[in-house]
């Protein structure tokens, strides 16, 4: 089959992926799943794989190379191992992009990031820039009617990231309640949505770029800003005091200690974006009682919902396709901001 | 000022309120306002009252008659106590129907209408049948700016209680997960627009009526049904095996014994119309692990939520206008269902 | 090895099982695990089985039997299939008594015992009555240094079925709150234990048995009452309007009609045992704003939770053992409550 | 009355309140109370009122001196307001020590502490270093038959600040979790107590002091460390890999940023204590996922729930009693570490 698989990590990128023929994955064990890549959505994660930044981490024994990248997978299921029961050859599928086990006590509490033994298509073993790949039985969940593989892909990480830090935004909220989002793109843009459809609070939408900004205004948001100097004080009196919940998908560059001095008495920030440094004294924490939080990408049953969001036609990427062939012009593009949303790689 | 009195009750109804020149209330405590009345809603209640099912609970020396009705009122403050602070002769107000006492255990966790000392105007003591009625300072809510008090006086009663249902229904709610609305009239058109707000889950909306059946679909229901002798079959269809929560506005008529039919495994039933009598084998409860409780009429920071709900547009009443001359017209309308949604009473 | 077989059901319950010597289970897919059983607690359910109330759920084609009963189960392991890795010869382990699929949407909601493809051994399959058993990896729990398989058998679901109802009482609980348990028995006993260790509200005990109540006293119940005819207004008195929980682990003979008028307003009736039916004006549940729910046996952590506080001193289980070749008289002194606690099989 | 004054703030504390006769405080508004006072606890907030921390927040036209510190006052009801119904002359109480409007929004959501319109007496007016002293109805609960004012007086701040984190505590733990008490002083002691009585998970209690490491096993600590420099190392093997949950009690010297540390994937950091700075790179907060928040004096309900673990025997201040006259030793003794638990002073 066709995969595109890095050869060397380099921190100036000065490198590109070999498009080239390769065997596909097989079946060895019997929860395995074999998928027919349908798109494969292009992650700030592959940049940063490339310069080497998960290479202590992903590759320790530096036998890694040469792999497959790609941890965004939506497809059809190809070949199942002789225990897997509840899909087949056919069905079309995203694949929640951690492998659990399933069985350790982190996995039994529902906290499937947290997993003792996971693993990691597309990061630690071969992942979708290619025709084929493989995952297990319980990272699958079924395409709803209707739904192509190509219109969701991002969905499996990009997606769900956002949907877990939104949702947990939504319980926070109320009607009347304020929600802070810092950085309106890939993350940004589906955390919004989200919001809009499963909480009855306000939404102030934050992005320095002009499209951000209409796009975020065409999906939503009760008041957009342009994060320039006077965002703490213009949040301040748009929410009455400050915001009730914000959002940080940005987590560096500064943001990361303007975000806290967005909320009011009680509030919370939640964490997604990162790189820099909170310096917080610990008096501003106790006497207006905020809460600082990150947040990891979302656990199956995210994905199962953002989904079904996503059927009923409330949540939708915006993204941008490349042919697998182009997948270095795509990651060019990439790092150049050439597109807005997300890329999308097609085998 | 104008004030429409009962002067007796009669199961059978046949008794007009009259319309009379009756002294206005006047400030006799420091926490008290007397609020210029711009609209009351008349609700089923009021009908009750009449027919004398309130007298053992509400008039138990038989001293209270004449009395105005009228507990769903919004206004204009006219006059306040000497320790009113947060509100001031002119603002636009909307009345939580109870005065709550804000100093027993059951007020202090918020439970306002659990409260051990509370009064209800309009049910013990004169309401807002007339152009002016008094509450107290902790029942008050400032309009938002644009919101007269015309269009949402019948939230302060009708309004919150839907929407109390409809918040406990968001929390047992996420999207894919369905919730079943048995009764589309003045509580449930609210309920309804509550939840496609604050839930991203989706609603099948029951009722026998095909105007509410229309006005259901035109406020987003993602099914509508018409409650025929196959309703436990449908739901258990669509829903693939029961839904998760059933809201019933009814609670009589053999409603309340197929609601809880309704529930997959885990569901939940919330219970707001009352009159007939729930029979379910104990092995029932415990085997699908089903949930039944009461919801009663929602307490003032609900209010304070639903009005910002209204505010953002969101959440809106259907209603009829009367002048409060033509009361008595309005409760033969009412009672003859000659209009849909809430009849709204304007002195 | 020996097992005690059933080989017809009796209504009457004149049948004995037959102790034999069976073929012991053996390992046919990757997940499975045999367990030498340390101890098999004797279950309600059991004679429930023996009668053939069972039969049209566990045995449809009326072909299981004769067969091993036995779901409370406690022992070693002795063999494992070939994808097993969290356990390995000779670990004591505990069974979760439901082989969940760990796939299916309930499962991954956290939800095993809702699972759409279960299986139960004791039930539907051979159980623990016998010297070897077969469950799989997914239902075992290793025990904590010190805690012998006999110590604990029975918590396997008499022990969560108790502690998922005191989990969700104590979720409704604080300090000064109260919670009424109806019936000190097997589950009952287990409940009070865990509810003085992980709530700080107040607890009343309510028995008939003398027995039971000095147990109830001995176990740190805040009031123990008999159960007489006064006992609503016993619990009014005692609690200033009523209970804010209430557990019901008899459900039937009346008791289920007089669990729900102990509540106050705002409280809530777990339901346990069953057999009974309710009647409850919809009217009561509304002004009452009482909820009433089911529960079932405890889900897997819900084990392993209970499994801590056993290991910390705070849980423990009172029982009767007999050899695995005396089980029918076991039984029969359970029929016949000549003892107190739990019977536990010991092969 | 006798009271202490304090006439000049010293950084260096090198003044002495002055014991004086001063008129009484006397009602001027319908729900005041005055209150004679049975004990009123000496905190480390009186330490800084007299360096002149609080100045530019609580004396702010620098006119406030003389005035009578105190605010964790118990005593008996002397006089009420005309309003004033739920207590009468006599009247045994505590006061919970922030008096709220209990009409702003954020009254009405229960966060007294962040009431928009509160007063606190021994902070911006006089306290309870007095033979009597002023507050208003809705801060007053009355004590459980057989409780004495003096018994429980610093419940009122030091109690209800330790209640409120070891509640936030208690919603995070269950069974088999670990929860890390940094600081076993009079906040840690009360958090200790109440943490054993309202969840079932385990302690890990640090302290320097081998008289607080000896308290804390006392009072049922699980683990008692010394907070050496393999803190962290020890508290990871202990608990499997990190604490579920930590409350800092102390948040400057250092251990700001030691808490943190002993967090577990999902962990949350509870910061009681202030005075120092936390810097956390946002890459540890997102991919251990875990959180960190600030933790304010408790709600008039926290107080009231304490109160009742007390009458119930579970959770007891330690403390040392002072004469009112003997108030400056009180001071010096508080100062330099000469009494462990809480010092008490009685009119
Ligand atoms: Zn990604
Ligand atoms: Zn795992
Ligand atoms: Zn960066
Ligand atoms: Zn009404
Ligand atoms: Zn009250
Ligand atoms: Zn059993
Ligand atoms: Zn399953
Ligand atoms: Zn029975
Ligand atoms: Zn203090
Ligand atoms: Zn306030």
Known sequence: ?????????????????????????????????????????????????????????????????????????????EDVGSAVTSVKPGDAVICHPFQSCGICLNCRYGHDMYCDHGTFPGLGIDGGFAEYFKTSESSLIKLNTGITPLSVAPMADAGITAYRAAKKAARLSYPGSWTVLLGIGGLGHIALQCLKHISGGRVIAVDREPAAQKLAKDLGADVVLDGGPDLIEQVKDITGGGAHVVIDFVGELGVENICWKLLRQGGELIMVGYGGKIEIPTLDLVANEIKIGGSLVGDYIELVELMELNADGKVMMHQTEYKLANINQAIDDFKNRRFTGRGVIVP
């Not at 921190?11 to 890549?37: C, F, G, R, S, Y």
């Open 1 to 77: 089959m066709k995969a595109a698989r890095l050869y060397e990590y380099d921190p100036a990128m000065n490198v590109e992926l070999k498009i080239e023929d390769v065997p596909p994955p097989t079946i060895t064990a019997p929860n395995e799943v074999v998928v027919k890549v349908g798109a494969a959505g292009l992650c700030r994660t592959d940049l940063h794989i490339i310069e080497g930044v998960w290479k202590d981490i992903m590759d320790t024994q530096g036998s890694l190379l040469p792999y497959v990248m790609g941890h965004e997978n939506a497809g059809w299921v």
